[in-house]
């Protein structure tokens, strides 16, 4: 079974971590730009950043068969500094058109701040100007109800925003019909401990169906799980689900979403329908 991971930060994973990814099936995976397990000092970091995961990365994904895709942008995690978020900001464009690079995220909120409203507000801008897809960061816990309803506001504020072109990630079962409702895709994000299980995600898709929706590990930093998504199959395996139902969550739903960025350059193992 081969399939994707749409969120996961390779950069915060070793090579070891590739070469298990390549054996379990996985031949591509797209790597949202992240917080770094501390605050970057500088533009200039950010920019060192953005080139290990349009230069770097890929090659190193290369060396195993994965290919390697990514999104630009400054997380919600440090757009406190508004600042500093402006001048990073201002050079996302440079990246936006280099192969592989899907569009701009994971933008999003964190604590649901006026400085996070006010960054997340710009690059949604920057986004729908230069018409990219965007990838959105729903807070953790607690505050993520009233963070994807702030979200959702701003997006549905703006006219040029096409939800298809959207992906509001990290849902659980109390915010993923806001999204899907207001016609967006959404993600379910696998975390041992915290988010939700390859179990709660099956249930939703039990509940939801099998349109407009994508499970990932967002393996980085933290307790995560690169290998999540196998565990996902074995369980839609272990519901019922037939092979073909299989492949289209975890293969052709995740390029369907991802074949729209302007820079898409994947050519995988087995063709999608249009």
């Known amino acids: 079974m081969y399939y994707l991971d749409p969120h996961i930060h390779m950069v915060s994973r ?11 099936g ?15 000092g500088s533009a200039e970091a950010f920019h060192s950043y953005f ?3 349009t230069e770097f990365e890929p090659a190193r994904a290369a060396q195993f068969g994965v290919h390697h895709m990514c999104w630009i942008c400054i997380n919600a995690k440090e757009a406190e500094d508004v600042a500093l978020s402006k001048e990073v900001i201002k050079l996302i464009p440079e990246f936006l058109g280099k192969p592989g690079v899907l569009g701009v995220g994971e933008i999003g909120l964190n ?45 549905a504020n703006d006219p040029r925003i096409k939800p298809g072109r959207v ?19 959404v993600g379910m994000t696998l975390y041992p401990a915290t988010k939700c299980t390859p179990k709660r995600a099956v249930d939703m898709i039990d509940q939801f169906g099998q349109e407009r929706i994508m499970a990932n590990s967002a393996g980085d930093w933290g ?31 995740p390029i369907r979403f991802f074949r729209q960025a302007k820079t898409w350059n994947f050519e995988g193992p087995l063709p999608v329908a249009e």
């Open 14 to 24: 070793i090579t070891d971590d590739y070469a298990r990814l390549a054996r379990s």
């Open 223 to 253: 307790p995560s799980n690169p290998m999540a998504l196998p565990e996902f199959i074995q369980e839609l395996r272990r519901r019922g689900y037939n092979e073909t139902e299989v492949h289209k969550l975890v293969y052709e739903n």
């Open 51 to 53: 080139r290990q995961l």
């Open 167 to 185: 992906l509001i990630d990290h849902v659980e079962e109390h915010t993923i019909k806001l999204a899907r409702d207001a016609g967006f895709w």
């Open 111 to 155: 604590k649901n701040s006026k400085n996070e409203v006010a960054i997340f507000e710009a690059q949604v801008d920057l986004a729908a100007e230069r018409e990219e897809l965007i990838l959105i960061h729903t807070p953790h816990l607690a505050d993520k109800y009233k963070g994807t309803r702030m979200i959702l506001d701003v997006l």
């Open 26 to 40: 996985c031949v591509a995976v797209s790597e949202p730009a992240f917080w770094a397990g501390f605050d970057r």
